[in-house]
């Protein structure tokens, strides 16, 4: 099983600041199958980026995926008010396909 | 447009079982799969498995395998998610999503399904 650690567990920010969130795999990930997700409390997880640097429709280009391999990053370039939410990221190049424990954003 | 709507919020006791169902509009049903994922209470996502409603084909995680069940009724656009021997772990939200043929992230999800175990 790939196993995903995601860093920092917690990030403190302002309204405005760049945010960049880290996804680590235990081993390649096939394909470079790698997913984030925004997820809010009450509601249902939204698909940011898929393939790891395609932004899903509708998603704004302030969110951007790099990375290959086993490094991937998301980044936020300028934070606004609604992007303080927990990030997941997800690989779907390995069965069973699994979740990063995630990393909250939050305003400092 | 895409939507995946779940059945509401479910009670049950230690041992019994739930279905979940996610009812989807606005595309062609048997063109994507259908995943389910749950979010225990103060953890992260966890992924459950994926079915292929045209096939009838799934894929579990290896801790869900021999208590849950996906199904699929194409006649509905409907997919059902049965969760079995349930215990208080299993208290969660439940989520369906449509997922991409071949590639299994979720592009449209459901609002998600409470269910709690309690005695």
């Known amino acids: ?108 | 447009q895409v939507q995946l709507v779940q059945s509401g919020a479910e009670v049950k006791k230690p041992g019994a079982s739930v279905t979940v169902s996610c009812k989807a509009s606005g595309y062609t049903y048997s063109y994507y799969d259908i995943i389910w994922v749950r979010q225990t209470t103060g953890q992260g996502l966890e992924w459950m498995g994926w079915m292929n409603p045209n096939s009838g084909n799934t894929g579990l995680a290896p801790q869900f395998r021999g208590r849950v069940t996906m199904t699929s009724d194409s006649s509905r656009s409907t997919a059902d998610m049965e969760l079995s021997s349930l215990n208080s772990e299993d208290t969660a939200v439940y989520y369906c999503a449509r997922g991409v043929r071949n590639f299994l992230y979720g592009d449209h999800w459901g609002q998600g399904t409470l269910v709690t175990v309690s005695s």
């Open chain 1, 1 to 108: 099983e790939v196993v995903l650690t995601q860093s920092p567990g917690t990030l403190s920010l302002s309204p405005g600041e760049r945010a960049t969130l880290s996804c680590r795999a235990s081993q390649s990930v096939r394909s470079n199958f790698l997913a984030w997700y925004q997820h809010k409390p009450g509601q249902a997880p939204r698909l940011l980026i898929y393939g790891a640097s395609s932004r899903a429709t509708g998603i704004p280009d302030r969110f951007s995926g790099s990375g290959s391999g086993t490094d991937f990053t998301l980044t936020i370039s300028r934070l606004e008010p609604e992007d303080f939410a927990v990030y997941y990221c997800h690989q779907y190049g390995h069965a069973p396909r699994n979740f990063g424990p995630g990393t909250k954003v939050d305003i400092k």
